[in-house]
């Protein structure tokens, strides 16, 4: 009698697991970073708009930043952009601009006709430094403390409802424990 | 946003075009080291392709790490390693044995035991039952 | 006005289908025989309304009714009109009302065949049938509705995705889901048997033919997947694990044991409770393939855009469907058991071997799909499942299954004596592995350790399936249908193991850069690039690359791969040129422009692939054959009458 109990036991356990995974559903696609929690990725690259200059992550250390990876090729990029420029304005924190496998010129034409919202842009021309911090889809935006540790990474746009629940808290935990 | 994803997918081509690698590295051993990599690495953006295969453009500098990851001497772990602490253990189609994924592994073996031992306990009370039915005996097998 | 019509009689439809489930299942058990005969109607109605809800969706694409949104997202002006009817089905809401109509003609085709059985319990059957057509009819109207309009309405459609542009994959879902949705009738007469409370032999032979044609339909529906994945994607490759594919897969295992199960409980009224749970399981792995296909949770190049809130509908509907029937499972299947006995190297032991590893090799693919969705809701992190993992682990439980199959073919029912058959089968043996051996080391001339045992056992099953046919044919005995599709299928399976032998194992592929007049050799062809010209079609442009093939300096043939830009989807396809030559496939496959004219190019030779889908097909037919079988349409048997191992009055053979 036990016995034939079974196959019902066994599909309502696989009911709660399919019930949970469509809970989960939305996020599906959206792989969580490995990167969370640990020392950001060193990098080291020339700047857009200045041919002498590179920047790298010691320059960064020592405070909040925001590290947004984009392209003049991507077109959620330029939904986004609008969004950044106000981020810029409201001074809460710098953000660092990563020009993804993009074209110098095509990046400052864009730039100088939308807007400029970034502290300093670095050039990753060949992809390597996106590789490394696990970039897949243009855009993405991390978020990093002063010590260097990755707080936060947003897969896609980043939209005012991501900002406020999701970076603005963590900056404000982060300033007032330091 | 789901609609919005889909379509941008569909625009990289994935799953309607197809990547051709014309990477030949000169050691045959280190090229088929190479082919069976990028056949076990997963397309972040074309996630239902390895690199192999993946047309997009990340999925080409995936390979390119690869190569020179193997070009510089190191092991299939290293360049395994590598990949999962940038993307994550999603980047591999093959999952790796480990506490986690020790039950997935083993489910096979374990279910042939347990298949086994029913067949054994099956097969005895029948046998017990063969000379007590009165069935006249129709043992022709051309009668599937 | 045709959508509304569509619309409307979707909702009759529905209706209707709750009438028939009511009538089918309380008119029987309230002894109420009025309602009972009320079913047949409420079928036929159901299947006027959903056929006409069908014609009206097509009729509208045909006309390019674009103020449909279904139609404005997958259909366009430009469309060949073969392709508007086909596009019917070619997103989630059609692809629906598509299945909904499959399940009405298998409907129908029950209560045609019905006037056979007693009419309680074939009410039964309809009335279960209703029950699942409700669920499908009520998730279509409620989440998925192919007729709603939107305003304003655009100027023309978003065309049809470019890869489903094609025959084959035009045809694959009408016949894959035809035996998706045949498995529902073997559902249907499990749960009857159950609520009637009664499960004989008789009902083993009723049920044997519907689930054999629905294995067929879905033998073939698989193989017309995998064949257009191969000469569509571009990439050579035929079977990737992907969840979706794996989705119509485990169904297709468990059926496998079904109608074997099937036939012993036929036999000898054994394997009673295996077969009741087969029966549920089948149609249980088709329901959650549905489920994983539509609601998102599966990451996979075939999902339909999926939608959380249809997740849960369908997630409702397994729930009831499912669980009920596994209710009922628990409440009647105890009182099922038989005293009839069998030995080791019976018939019987093997399809019990059989049984346990189908479902285990059907066990081993579920748990590597589900694996992602399980790690991932109990918090154990992301997990990553695909082909390195499920082809060393399905061959666990399908080596010993193979190797067995050609002995237990052999096996008498009952108690075997195998010592009679042992000549042969080994001879059998021996001549396998000869051919094995000259396959991989005389053909091929390098191979594996499972190149060997591939091609051995494919022979052995080959060889072992044909041996008694044979000899009762010299005797001047003639077969049976079910005998000769029982032996035509493990040909078939035979072929199939050998094909894919020899595909896994010989496969020679390359990628290489061209320049025009440039030249390669992959494998014994010489291949020389004769460069690209642009070409146009109805609704795309692109290029074509010559390639002419050479073998030994001489040449053989000319290929001519394309790739192609769909204009309004702005997204392109690779059309893969391919040839047998000498039992193998050339395939090739253009690559990316490289500048200056050169292209790299995907050069392939797989040997005997075609043997792969063949062999498949094979199998479909021996199932064809099987199910029509002569003594299925035998006029009823009063169910008084013991149904014995085999009348009297039938000729051997």
Redesign the interface.
Known sequence: ?NR??V??GA??L??I??????????E??I?????IGKAA?PFNLPVLNDSTRTLSNADLKGRWYVFNVWGTWC??CREEHPFLLQIQKSGLVPVIGLDW?DDDAQAREWLSQLGNPYQTIAVDR???T?????V??APESFLVNPQGIVVYKCT?ELTPEIWQTQFVPRLAAGRAGS | ??R??LA?LLALGCATLHAVDTTELSDPKLQARYIALTHELRC??C?NETIADSPV??AA??RR?VREMLLAGKSDDDVRNFM?????E?ILFRPRFSARTAWLWLAPGVLLIIGAIVAVRVLRQRSALVGQDNEPLEEDISRP | MLPELGHFALILALLLAALQAFFGIAGPALQRDRWTAAVTPAVAGQFVMIATSVACLISSFVGNEFSVKYIAENSNSALPLFYRVTAMWGAHEGSLLLWIFLLSCWTVAVAIGASRLPPRFSARVLGVLGLVSFGFLLFTLATSNPFLRIDPPPADGADLNPILQDPALAIHPPILYTGYVGFAVAFAFACAAMLEGRMDQLWARWTRPWTTAAWAFLTVGISLGSWWAYYELGWGGFWFWDPVENASFMPWLVGTALIHSLAVTDKRGLFK?WTL?LA??AF?LSLLGT?LVR?????SVHSFA?D?RR??FI?AF??IM??GA??L??WR??KLRSQAGFELGSRESFLLFNNILLVIAAATVFAGT?AP??S???KLG?LSVGEPYFDPTFMVSTLPLLALLSVGIRAGWKRGRLSDSARVLLTALVVALMAGVILVFAIYSHGKVLSLVGGTLGVWIILSSLADPIQRLRRGFTLSRSVLGMTVAHVGLGLFVISLTTVESFTVERDVALAPGQRTSVGNYEFRFDGVRSIEGPNYSGVEGAVLVMRHGAPITRLYPQKRQYWVQRSGTTQAAIEMHNGSNLFIALGDELGAGKWSVRFQIRPLVNFVWLGAFIMAVGGALAATDRRYRVAAVPATQPAASGAPGEAPG
Do not use: C, N
């Open positions: 009698m034939f109990l196959p019902l599909f309502a696989l009911a697991v399919l019930a949970i995974s469509i809970k989960h559903s939305p599906k696609g792989i969580p970073s490995p990167l990725p077109v959620s496998k060949e992809g390597r996106a590789i490394d911090w696990g897949y889809a896609g | 946003m789901r919005v994803l941008l972040m953006q996630q453009g990340l500098d995936m790490a999962v602490a940038r993307y994550g999603f | 409770s749970l549920i399981l249980s489920f609601s998102g949770v599966l990451v999926a959380p997740g849960i997630l397994l729930i499912i669980g596994l209710s499972y628990a299947a105890p589900m969705l399980i991932d809701s109990l992301t």
